[in-house]
């Protein structure tokens, strides 16, 4: 049984930083392509960021310079380092995981990951 625990996100003004938490099994954490994505209500989810076994990483564009993607291997913890926020990050930002390799290109990753956490909120206001 995977689990993803996220935790983090909250109410911030724009430009400043804000750090989410995904805990997970140790098997699952060192065996996953792990990401961030996020939705907004009417929109379809989106990759923010994600990160393979191998440490290679993806950004979606409008994240890049501002966000990071890294591993507590200590914890077996994803994390995602927001910086600069602006109104448009505000979504719930979901944790997932998926068999290896990544399936990400140019900052898009295919979405149909196996794994998901229940979503935390971050509000940029």
């Known amino acids: 049984h995977v689990q993803l625990v996220e935790s983090g996100g909250g109410v911030v003004q724009p430009g400043g930083s804000l750090r989410l938490s995904c805990a997970a099994s140790?098997?699952?954490?060192?065996?996953?392509?792990m990401a961030w994505f996020r939705q907004v209500p009417g929109k379809e989810r989106e990759v923010v960021a994600a990160?393979?076994?191998?440490?290679?990483?993806t950004y979606t564009d409008s994240v890049k310079g501002r966000f990071t993607i890294s591993k507590d291997n200590a914890k077996s913890t994803l994390l995602l380092q927001m910086n600069s926020l602006k109104s448009d990050d505000t979504a719930m930002y979901y944790c997932?995981?998926?068999?290896?390799?990544?399936?990400?290109?140019?900052?898009?990753?295919?979405?149909?990951?196996?794994?998901w956490g229940q979503g935390t909120q971050v509000t940029v206001s």
């Open positions: 990160i393979d076994t191998d440490g290679s990483t």
């Open positions: 997932a995981a998926d068999y290896p390799p990544c399936r990400c290109s140019g900052g898009y990753c295919l979405p149909d990951f196996h794994f």
């Open positions: 140790r098997d699952t954490y060192r065996s996953s392509c």
